[in-house]
């Protein structure tokens, strides 16, 4: 199978179930094992597993070729070996702690969206409009990460007002028990001089 053929139906397979944050790597100067490695994330144990076998039906569905697939059972990194492609599948702390992106991250491979035409042949999508969605989606990203900061401060700043008085009468609290405990120690300690 061609390896954009094969990395267009792992993609597409991953996409189906929901996956998070595609990445696919050319991995070819790297290593001469397999060409490509696209990492995934899934959301919880199960959709991890659902994702790997999303990826076995798809590819063996092509006519591709799945050689292995590792980490089944606990569903925290499923690895499905392709042959010329290696899928890694993580749930979102993994990765982050392994950061996969830092060993095979070199040479990001860029995906053209297919779309169907009016005669139903697939042709690659148009840059205009995908930049342009590109750009409204930004935007939007920011509008709504603006409104979390001001979201956030106004919360913080309620919760600093909540606390502050309750944080004052305990420092009252304590510092009248240390005077008490002072003064009484006082009170009953006699001078050396004395005892002698």
Not at 88 to 115: C, F, N, S
Not at 169 to 193: D, F, L, S
């Amino acid at each position: 199978m061609d390896i954009r053929k094969l990395q267009r139906t792992i993609v597409d397979a991953l996409e189906d179930v929901k996956a998070q944050d595609i990445q696919v790597f050319n991995t070819e100067a790297l290593t001469s094992l397999f060409d490509r490695v696209i990492v995934a994330s899934g959301s919880s144990n199960r959709q991890t597993r659902a994702l790997a076998a999303s990826v076995r039906d798809r590819v063996k569905a092509a006519g591709g070729e799945v050689r292995n697939a590792e980490g089944d059972a606990s569903g925290e990194w499923v690895l499905v070996d392709c042959g010329d492609a290696v899928v890694h599948i993580m749930q979102p702390m993994i990765r982050a702690y392994y950061r996969l992106e830092d060993i095979w991250g070199g040479r990001t491979v860029h995906l053209k969206r297919p779309v169907a035409a009016a005669d139903g042949a697939v042709q690659a999508a148009p840059k205009a409009g995908a930049a342009k969605k590109v750009a409204t989606k930004k935007v939007a990203t920011k509008k709504v990460a603006a409104k979390k900061v001001a979201t956030t401060k106004v919360a913080a700043k309620k919760a600093a007002v909540k606390r502050a008085p309750a944080k004052t009468a305990a420092t009252k609290r304590a510092a009248a028990t240390t005077k008490a405990t002072v003064a009484t120690t006082k009170a009953t300690a006699t001078p050396r001089a004395r005892r002698a």
